[in-house]
């Protein structure tokens, strides 16, 4: 990463490794830390200089160490910021550089950036983007379809049952992450196992410690710690689906993810590595 982008850009709180800490009043917007209210005002009154971010971010050199993707609604958030804590280098939670949900593998990512995919429960998934106000933005994200129309988007998430139609392109999302090829390796992580310990240890030694790293981020003993310490923060879901509900869409979906490991790396040939020992990762489970 170059000098200027090095000195220019901080967390919210956090100094990225290596940056120097500007003034509160400068702080653009977290690569690691979800902005406030605060934040947001500085970022759209410095226009040009989170545009220098985004060019930073799309240079090759930028040193990113975890790319985090997925439909959301499935921890990514709490992960970035945890990753955050432990002075991991992640792409936007707010998503400027349009990585985050985006529905297929990026084409080119910096050597030793881990790509990391989160997946689970689907309905659980659109609940959540309802309960949070955030449907039709994120369909249009997920779905990659510029043609969705607000007005006639479904209000709730009953509404949306109603219909049955796959308006976030959830099903073509998941099949475009396990099968386009990619030059680099993929961790996938269910996010309804991501909390278990031996899951979780996974995790954070892949990404911490990624085979193409020259030297190793963290010690065995410290990504143990790493992982006790995240599934200790483990928390019920705020959106919850009925069984009934359940019996409307996606069932389909949800018996293909419960068909592929809790975690796994997908290589470049598409070929499905399992990472721990199988178990019960049933949907809405």
């Known amino acids: 990463m170059s000098t200027s982008c090095q000195r220019r850009f901080v967390s919210s709180g956090v100094v990225l490794p ?40 799309s240079n ?12 959301g609604g499935v921890g990514s958030t ?8 432990a002075g991991i280098s992640c792409n936007l939670l707010t998503d400027q550089d349009a990585m985050r949900h985006v529905n297929r ?22 609940a959540s983007h309802y309960r949070r106000n955030q449907a039709y933005h994120q369909a249009l994200k997920t779905s990659g379809n510029p043609e969705l129309n607000e007005s006639t988007f479904p209000k709730n998430l009953q509404e949306y049952l109603c219909r049955g139609e796959d308006l976030f392109g959830l099903q073509q999302h998941l099949d475009n992450w396990l099968e386009t090829r990619t030059q680099c390796d993929i961790l996938f992580v269910r996010y309804e196992r991501m909390f278990d310990l031996p899951v979780a240890a996974a995790l954070f030694r892949n990404i911490c410690n990624p085979p193409a790293a020259s030297s190793p981020l963290k010690s065995e003993e410290e990504l143990q710690a790493m992982a006790a310490e995240f599934c200790s923060q483990q928390r019920q879901r705020g959106s919850q689906v009925s069984a009934e509900q359940r019996q409307a869409m996606y069932m389909q979906l949800a018996a293909k993810m419960d068909a592929v490991p809790a975690i796994f790396i997908r290589r470049i040939d598409c070929q499905i590595v399992p990472l721990v020992q199988s178990g019960s990762t049933a949907v809405g489970r």
Do not use: K, W
Request: charged share 10%; with cysteine; proline share 9%.
């Open 18 to 57: 290596g940056y120097r800490r500007q003034p509160c009043s400068a702080v653009l917007l977290s690569l690691r830390c979800y902005p406030s209210r605060h934040d947001m005002a500085c970022m759209r009154n410095t226009h040009a200089q989170v545009q220098e971010l985004l060019h930073c971010l």
């Open 60 to 71: 090759p050199s930028f040193d990113l160490q975890a790319c985090i993707c997925s439909v």
């Open 105 to 126: 593998p990026p084409a080119h990512l910096s050597p030793g950036t881990c790509l990391v995919y989160l997946f689970g429960d689907p309905l659980a998934c659109v």
């Open 78 to 85: 709490h992960l970035s910021n945890f990753l955050t804590r």
